[in-house]
């Protein structure tokens, strides 16, 4: 009777570890899924936020690369005036200097 009563009580002992590990094997298990689960959605903002930023980052380039051209516009204008105007003044000296030499000389 009593290798009985052991045997029995054995069982249950073993049916309870197992019951008890499943139970912990279930919650590590579903606190692995909440864990995946919450690094799945970091990584999604994290990517969300990477890409406003690419898209700031894109919108300043292109202002400054707008800004840069108009400045080169400017200049490129500006120098342009500059030798048109010593073009003509080399001109009219030039002008002036053929005529002195041409005049006759007294």
């Given at each position: 009777?009593r290798?009985?009563l052991?045997?029995?009580?054995?069982a249950?002992?073993?049916g309870?570890?197992l019951?008890?590990?499943?139970k912990?094997?279930?919650?590590?298990a579903d606190?692995?899924k909440?864990?995946?689960?919450?690094?799945?959605?970091?990584?999604k903002e994290?990517?969300a936020?990477?890409g406003?930023?690419a898209?700031a980052?894109?919108?300043?380039?292109?202002?400054?690369t707008t800004?840069?051209?108009?400045?080169?516009?400017?200049?490129?204008?500006d120098?342009?005036?500059k030798?048109a105007?010593?073009?003509?003044d080399?001109a009219a000296?030039?002008?002036e200097?053929?005529k002195?030499?041409?005049?006759?000389?007294?």
């Amino acid at each position: 009777m009593r290798s009985r009563l052991l045997i029995v009580l054995t069982a249950l002992a073993v049916g309870a570890t197992l019951t008890a590990c499943g139970k912990e094997s279930s919650n590590a298990a579903d606190a692995a899924k909440k864990a995946a689960t919450e690094a799945a959605d970091k990584a999604k903002e994290a990517a969300a936020k990477a890409g406003e930023a690419a898209k700031a980052a894109t919108k300043e380039a292109t202002t400054a690369t707008t800004d840069a051209a108009g400045k080169a516009a400017d200049a490129t204008k500006d120098a342009a005036g500059k030798a048109a105007d010593a073009t003509k003044d080399a001109a009219a000296k030039a002008v002036e200097a053929a005529k002195e030499a041409a005049a006759p000389k007294k």
